[in-house]
């Protein structure tokens, strides 16, 4: 044991037998009993309680000016309001925080908002809006890619990191993931905002924003986005882009070797099916892959492996 622990149990008698005698074997025992036996011989100064109350009597009489504080009789009141104030604000912030709808990899559901206004989520997507403020306020956040039927009324915001769209009834749709911003619009006129830029978008037409910067304006031929059928439909986008997709409908971590992802695809994917959808993008860009287990992905160029 410590020897510090054994003499503080030696000084307070509380040590054992077993335990002086290893404070015994200790090279300082002489020493402490040296200090010990010096200190029984200390002995304290006289105390005059009488005369030394009296004095200190004296003293405050001669004081000029005592000093009283008041007692505020509202303290604890305003301690009790203080606590109140804190709990409203924590509801206020926590009621303000609204409603979220998201859905997991290779999963889509359908949401009706508070208006009747109907929304497609795609995998990996989420939305999140002020339910009880609904009907004055019809603003929602996206990330990841939704198919909105809105109901006519007041303007209706999707905001995105990436920019706003706006509408007072129409139906599109929004693809917002990391630094790309598509959408399409499928009926009325819906109104993009991005890096202090504003673009109306008219029915039938499609407007395409990557990291920022414009890409393309043109003209689709769907009544409705192709997700919402199981496939994904891709024009001249990145590799990267087009992975991360299958990354959100399937369960699957892809790996690339040697591959450029920054070059263009353009062709339609599954949703059903892995390998028919790997070798969608494979079979046109001259890739090979290959499916380790259940999750991993390795996509690589032919002939390189």
Excluded at 73 to 95: E, G, H, M, R, T
Excluded at 153 to 167: A, D, I, L, M, R
Aim: charged letters at 20%.
């Amino acid at each position: 044991m410590n020897k510090d622990i054994l003499l503080a149990k030696w000084l307070n008698n509380d040590i054992s037998i077993k335990e002086l005698e290893e404070l015994k074997a200790s090279p300082a025992y002489t020493s402490y009993m040296k200090i010990a036996e010096v200190t029984t011989q200390f002995t304290t100064p006289d105390f005059d309680s009488e005369s030394n109350f009296e004095a200190i009597s004296n003293r405050l009489k001669n004081e000029k000016e005592v000093k009283v504080v008041k007692l505020n009789p509202y303290a604890n009141f305003l301690k009790i309001a203080a606590v109140f104030a804190v709990v409203f604000a924590s509801y206020l912030y926590v009621d303000s925080l609204g409603t979220t709808f998201e859905t997991q990899v290779a999963e889509k559901e359908t949401f009706f908002l508070p208006d009747h206004s109907e929304v497609v989520l795609n995998a990996n997507s989420e939305i999140n809006f002020n339910e009880k403020n609904w009907s004055n306020y019809r603003v929602l956040s996206l990330k990841g890619e939704a198919y909105f039927k809105v109901s006519k009324g007041s303007k209706f915001s999707v905001n995105t990191n990436n920019g706003v769209v706006e509408v007072l009834g129409t139906q599109f749709n929004v693809y917002n993931r990391e630094n790309s911003f598509y959408i399409n619009c499928f009926e009325g006129l819906v109104s993009v905002s991005y890096n202090d830029t504003i673009i109306e978008l008219p029915a039938g037409h499609q407007l395409k924003v990557e990291e920022g910067q414009f890409i393309s304006h043109s003209n689709i031929n769907s009544d409705s986005p192709a997700w919402t059928t199981n496939e994904s439909n891709f024009e001249n986008v990145t590799l990267a882009l087009v992975l991360k997709e299958i990354e959100s409908q399937y369960p699957v971590k892809i790996t690339t070797k040697n591959i450029n992802i920054n070059k263009r695809f353009s062709g339609t994917l599954t949703h059903n099916n892995l390998n028919l959808a790997l070798k969608s993008i494979c079979d046109p860009l001259n890739l090979a892959f290959t499916i380790n287990g259940k999750e991993d992905v390795i996509l690589y160029a032919k002939g390189s492996k």
